[in-house]
Nanobody, 126 residues
Framework: QVQLVESGGGLVQAGGSLRLSCVVS????????MGWFRQAPGKEREFVAA????????NYSDSVKGRFTISRDNTKNTVPLQMDSLRPEDTAVYYC???????????????????WGQGTQVTVSS
């Protein structure tokens, strides 16, 4: 059984930084494309960032491009998300997601991912 556990959320002032982490267990981490999504109150879950199996390719939503950085450590089965220059509109529950794939393709839609974590709250005050 594949499990994803996020950590690192919290309260931060606008302009500050947070580093989220996702630990994956129970599967073969190296075959997963990994993604981060977020969901604000009253809104749909939206794509934030993704990284392919080899870590050679990444993709970001326009709203976080240049401020957030996704990476992965295939030896520790972790996927950090470094978030800098945070804004109040970044406030949301952040979810880690995994999709097993035989290719190095990136995925940006919620239905394309098989496994999800429980989420971690990020609150950015103005």
């Amino acid at each position: 059984q594949v499990q994803l556990v996020e950590s690192g959320g919290g309260l931060v002032q606008a302009g500050g930084s947070l580093r989220l982490s996702c630990v994956v267990s129970g599967g073969i981490f190296s075959i997963y494309t990994m993604g981060w999504f977020r969901q604000a109150p009253g809104k749909e879950r939206e794509f934030v960032a993704a990284i392919n199996r080899s870590a050679r390719r990444t993709n970001y939503s326009d709203s976080v491009k240049g401020r957030f950085t996704i990476s992965r450590d295939n030896t520790k089965n972790t996927v950090p998300l470094q978030m800098d220059s945070l804004r109040p509109e970044d406030t949301a529950v952040y979810y880690c997601a995994a999709r097993g794939t035989v290719t190095d393709q990136l995925y940006g839609r919620t239905y394309e991912y098989n496994y999800w974590g429980q989420g971690t709250q990020v609150t950015v005050s103005s």
